[in-house]
C-alpha cells in the first residue's frame, strides 16, 4: 500500500463512515479496484480510530457529560444515556468476539460486500415509508439500535445506517436516533481495537506512516461527514442515500460477478 494508497482509503473511510452507505464496504471494493489489499482488519481500525475522533471533536459537550456522569449521580440523564449504550454496544461487542473468522472471510469477497450494500439501500429506503415520530432512545429501542450495528461489522450492511434505520423504525426522532448512534460508535470501535491491539502493535515501522496518513485524513473527512449527514436527516433526505447503495451495489456486481 503507498501513502496516495492510505489517502484515498482514509478519505474514502471519513466520507462513508457516518453516511449511510457502508464505510467497509466500499473500503473492500476500493481495495480490489486499485489493487491493494491492507493486511486483515488493521488498515479498517486504524481508519475507524480516526473517524471515532471525529465523533469525539464533533460531540465533545455530550461525550464530557457522560464521563462526569459516571461519579455524578445528580446526572440523572446522563447515566441513563451511558447505560443505553452499554446495552446497545453488548450485541456487537458479542457478534466481534464469537465471530471473528467469519468476518474476516467475508472481507475478502467482494461479490458478498455487493450484495450487503443493496441490502443496505433497502433498508434506507424502506424508512421513507415509515411515520415520523418524536421519541427518545429508550432501552429497547437501544438494544435493537445495537443489534443493527452487530449485524453491520458484515461489509457492505452500513453501521450508521443501519443503527438509524432501525432506531426510526421503533419511533424514536431522527435526529436522536442518528446523535445515539455515532455515540455508539466509540465503544463499538475501541471495543474492537482493542481486541485487535496485538495486530496493531506488529505494524512494521516502514507501514506505519502510511497507516497514520490514512487515519489522519479518514479523521479531517469523517468531521466533515458528521455535518453532511445530520443536515441530510434534518432536511429529511436520509432516504436518498439508498440510491447511491443501489448504484454501488450493482456496479460491484457487475465487476465482481
Do not use: W
Amino acid at each position: 500500500m503507498s501513502y496516495l494508497d492510505a489517502i484515498l482509503l482514509g478519505i474514502l473511510q471519513g466520507l462513508t463512515e457516518f453516511l449511510p452507505i457502508s464505510s467497509s464496504g466500499h473500503l473492500v471494493l476500493t481495495q480490489y479496484i486499485l489493487g491493494v489489499k491492507a493486511p486483515g482488519l488493521t488498515f479498517e481500525l486504524l481508519a475507524h480510530a480516526g473517524t471515532q475522533l471525529a465523533v469525539l471533536v464533533f460531540f465533545r459537550k455530550q461525550v464530557c457529560g457522560l464521563i462526569r456522569a459516571c461519579y455524578t449521580p445528580s446526572m440523572k440523564e446522563e447515566r441513563r444515556m451511558v447505560l443505553l449504550l452499554i446495552m446497545g454496544t453488548i450485541p456487537a461487542a458479542l457478534a466481534g468476539f464469537f465471530g471473528e473468522e467469519f468476518f474476516e472471510e467475508a472481507f475478502s469477497n467482494p461479490l458478498v460486500t455487493s450484495c450487503m450494500l443493496l441490502v443496505t439501500g433497502a433498508l434506507l429506503l424502506f424508512t421513507r415509508f415509515v411515520p415520523k415520530r418524536e421519541d427518545g432512545v429508550k432501552g429497547k429501542s437501544a438494544l435493537l439500535m445495537g443489534l443493527g450495528q452487530a449485524v453491520a461489522i458484515m461489509p457492505g450492511i452500513s453501521r450508521s445506517g443501519s443503527t438509524i434505520a432501525v432506531g426510526m423504525l421503533l419511533g424514536v426522532q431522527p435526529s436522536r436516533a442518528a446523535e445515539f448512534s455515532f455515540l455508539l460508535a466509540i465503544p463499538a470501535i475501541s471495543g474492537a481495537l482493542v481486541l485487535k491491539f496485538r495486530d496493531l502493535l506488529a505494524i512494521d515501522a516502514a507501514s506505519l506512516g502510511i497507516y497514520l496518513t490514512g487515519t489522519f485524513f479518514a479523521f479531517v473527512f469523517g468531521l466533515l461527514a458528521v455535518y453532511v449527514v445530520l443536515s441530510a436527516i434534518r432536511k429529511g433526505k436520509f432516504e436518498y442515500f439508498a440510491y447511491y447503495c443501489f448504484a454501488v451495489g450493482l456496479l460491484g456486481l457487475y465487476l465482481f460477478i
